[in-house]
């Protein structure tokens, strides 16, 4: 039998959120501990003001205003002056402005955006149960309302409605698109630069997975969302597992996250399998425990936030991870070692959307409304498999883990 091991990130056991907000429209965020979102470390002589996450004021003439731009639905979004009051409908718009430096001016967030520092402060703007409630964006009062594409179109039309100013972004499916994002939301904000060094500082973590790998066999891998769902081809997952160093085998499946059935899944079988839940039990479960993965015990766990979340953070952290457990099962043998000792920023352990659906802009469920985030999530497949939009609902109580360190083991 072959040697058996075993990728795991250390735990970080934190606290659950509750789905849905009940109260006042005027609520604020469940409170939960989490680390730091560190902005940026890369400097630059012409930014005035702080660089350590605060609000930084842009001098560059590209981020003078007024300011025009045509958003997804085809609206022209017009700005007079910097947005002073931003709120986002989605936990990855939260994560952009957090990171480029504009932390200071928003003021409304969904839940679970709750593991970015300081967010517990912010409104909440969640609906009870599923999606945004319209009248809590309104009550926060915003310059701007920042609608990633999971919330669907309709969502901007109501927030519209209430003579709101609201920009709703493209599907973002790879690292070309979430850097674009992060540019365009740097330009509405006046973060021109806090983006650029972003988009730099998140360029350099990809490079920096894609050589950690680049000598090393790639494993063959699978993200399983439970069901028989699975992130396949032109997803923002998708994109992750290439730049980390693995093959996901679910990519030749079909496009987002489409269902397979038992066969199909045995048919692939990876020899890596990606988690979300620091116990793993879905490879105890068929058809998972059955596969490579499932009889060697390999399996990789993520922090469900930044996997499932398409911003700048989540592509430097989730890159990271995988790439390092892929160096560490390839050249570290038989030998036990230590991983990095990285720990999860996201201490809910919560998907992205605020209906306890993950958040990606390639097909996931990224929205508070419930609906797919880019692509609309199905499929045709001629392979026995069943194509449909998952409903990611379980994964709201999952536990948060980040931080990577290899168990080898012989059976």
């Known amino acids: 039998m072959r040697d058996r091991y075993v990728i795991a990130m250390a735990l970080l056991v934190t606290t659950a959120l509750v789905g849905g907000v009940a109260g ?24 005035e003001g702080p660089t350590d996450g605060s609000d930084v004021r842009q001098t560059d003439d590209a981020c ?18 910097r947005p002073e009051r931003i709120t986002t409908t989605n936990p990855s718009a939260a994560q952009t402005l957090w ?22 402060e912010r409104a909440n703007v969640s609906a009870e149960g599923f999606g945004v409630s319209v009248e809590r964006v309104v009550d926060t009062e915003p310059d701007l309302v920042l609608v990633p594409n999971a919330s669907s179109a309709s969502v901007a039309e109501n927030l519209r409605a209430q003579n709101l100013t609201v920009y ?62 699975v992130a396949a081809n032109n997803t923002f997952i998708d994109s992750i597992m290439e730049i980390g160093g693995v093959n996901n085998v679910a990519a030749s ?20 399998i990606l988690v979300t839940d620091p116990e793993a039990r879905i490879l105890e479960e068929e058809p998972y425990a059955s596969t490579t993965a499932g009889t060697e015990g390999n399996y990789a766990v993520m922090n469900v936030n930044y996997l499932n979340q398409p911003a700048p953070r989540s592509v430097i952290e989730s890159t990271e991870t995988l790439s390092t457990a892929v160096e560490e099962l390839q050249t570290d043998g038989e030998e036990t070692t230590d991983g990095y000792d990285g720990t999860s920023d996201g201490d809910d352990g919560t998907s992205d959307g605020d209906d306890g659906t993950s958040d990606g802009d390639d097909g996931t469920s990224d929205g508070d409304d419930g609906t797919t985030d880019g692509e609309d999530g199905t499929t045709d497949s001629d392979n026995g498999s069943e194509s449909q939009a998952p409903g990611f609902g379980v994964v709201a109580a999952l536990i948060a883990a980040l931080a990577a360190t290899l168990i080898a083991r012989r059976p």
């Open 64 to 81: 003078e205003f007024p300011v025009e731009l045509t958003d997804a639905t085809g609206t022209t979004v017009t700005l007079d002056e």
């Open 24 to 47: 006042p429209a005027a609520g604020v965020q469940p409170t939960t501990e989490s680390p730091t979102v560190q902005s940026p470390t890369v400097q630059s002589p012409t930014i």
């Open 99 to 120: 990171e480029i430096g504009a932390r200071d001016r928003v003021v409304g967030v969904t839940q679970y955006a709750a593991y970015l520092d300081g967010a517990d």
């Open 168 to 229: 709703h972004f493209d599907a973002a499916t790879s690292v070309e698109d979430i850097a674009e994002k992060t540019e365009t939301t740097g330009r509405l904000v006046g973060n021109c630069e806090g983006a650029a060094e972003t988009n730099a500082e998140m360029n350099e973590a990809v490079a920096d997975a894609e050589s950690r790998t680049a000598d090393l066999d790639r494993p063959n891998a699978l993200y399983p969302l439970g069901d028989g769902y």
């Open 253 to 272: 499946e079909g496009d987002g996250y489409p269902q397979l059935s038992s066969e199909v899944i045995l048919q692939t079988d990876p020899e890596l």
